[in-house]
């Protein structure tokens, strides 16, 4: 089910930075279709992975030398790292909001996973919870309310939590199953959020909640397998569906039991929509049929699926964009791909710079329903 599930998409925490501010080397390639492209690394065998992105173009996902995964920040140009909850070795970032507070989670060697919060200043807070050992954060939205999956007494249920108010149980869809799993994916600014619930053996149910509600399946009639990923603050909610047999195709939900199939790009099969801007933007993956078939990410927009690749220089060092994240309401994409044989986080921007955008409306799509990360 979304970062949520298929990763299985603050309390008393004790604060611990690294704040080592490590020079990023930051790649522009030349601009190519009205975009430019940013390499964010960390120097050679170091691997780089980027999952969020705010409107001041600050990323965060985390870095690994293939023994320590570490959650980061690129602000400007540098690399700062931020360390996991006291007691745990590993961290990563998914989401940051324009106060530049993170959401993401912290790791002990042995598989121990706790949901964890980082304030401006880097400190990281503990968010708990739901009764059972392992927790994991996912998003947060621009008043610091941060959701994600967590262990019950049984089976796992969607939170959300803030600062003030702690951890609060936002349901799956069959609490009296020990069988039952359940995690929000994003939180828009309304305070909606969208998840995904499973039952073991059976398909994956696309869910979204008010707030304070409990979330509740979407229900999309002959769709028996989906997920929801994204919403903006207009409350389109977007992700992925299927027919169960067939290939799942990015998708966006109206909460109703109604759904936009967004298609595929050429040469490949399968898409999801992980995210979507104010804009009405969307983005997401695309896969392609059997072992060697492509993996590449995608922007839609003006009723277009448009595959990143075909936006920047044929010589810019980019060998594949496999996954797109996040896509800022300033029109900042960020997501991980393979550089020169290795894998990097990229940061694309459109040509002016994204403070002079225009917005664009969704266009053909006229479905209105659901978020903001």
Not at 150 to 162: L, M, P, V
């Amino acid at each position: 089910m979304g970062e949520a599930i298929s990763e299985i998409r603050r309390i008393g925490g004790r604060a611990a930075v690294l704040a080592s501010a490590v020079a990023l080397s930051s790649v522009a390639a030349a601009q190519s279709n009205g975009w430019n492209i940013e390499l964010l690394d960390r120097g050679r065998g170091i691997e780089t992975f980027a999952h969020g992105v705010n409107d001041r173009g600050d990323v965060v996902g985390e870095v690994s030398d293939g023994t320590t995964v570490r959650a980061a920040v690129w602000r400007n140009g540098v690399l700062s790292e931020l360390g996991p909850l006291s007691g745990y070795s590993h961290a990563k970032g998914w989401s940051i909001n324009k106060s530049g507070q993170v959401a993401g989670y912290s790791m002990t060697a042995s598989g121990q996973v706790r949901a964890t919060f980082w304030d401006a200043d880097g400190r990281a807070f503990d968010v708990g919870t739901l009764g059972g050992v392992n927790s994991r954060a996912f998003s947060l939205n621009d008043q610091g309310e941060v959701v994600g999956t967590s262990d019950f007494t049984h089976g796992s249920r969607a939170f959300s939590w803030s600062l003030s108010g702690g951890i609060v149980d936002r349901g799956n869809l069959n609490p009296e199953s020990a069988q039952s799993h359940g995690g929000a994916n994003a939180i828009n600014n309304n305070g909606v959020i969208v998840g995904t619930m499973y039952t073991l053996f059976s398909p994956f149910r696309a869910v979204f909640a008010g707030p304070g509600e409990k979330v509740r399946d979407m229900a999309v009639p002959g769709r028996s397998n989906s997920e929801a990923l994204g919403i903006n603050d207009a409350g389109v909610m977007v992700g992925y569906s299927n027919d169960g047999s067939g290939d799942e195709h990015a998708a966006i939900f109206d909460g109703r039991g109604g759904y936009t199939d967004l298609g595929v790009l050429a040469n490949t099969t399968a898409t999801q929509a992980t995210d979507i801007n104010n804009n009405g933007w969307i983005v997401g993956r695309a896969i392609g049929h059997g072992p060697d078939g492509i993996q590449t990410s995608f922007l839609y927009r003006d009723g277009q699926m448009v595959d990143l690749m075909s936006l920047i220089p044929s010589d810019s060092g980019w060998e594949m964009l496999f996954t797109a994240e996040s896509v800022s309401d300033a029109g900042f994409i960020t997501g991980t791909g393979i550089y020169q044989g290795e894998t990097r986080a990229f940061r694309m921007a459109p040509v002016p710079e994204p403070a002079t955008l225009v917005g664009v409306s969704i266009g053909a799509i006229a479905l209105v329903r659901r978020r903001r990360r």
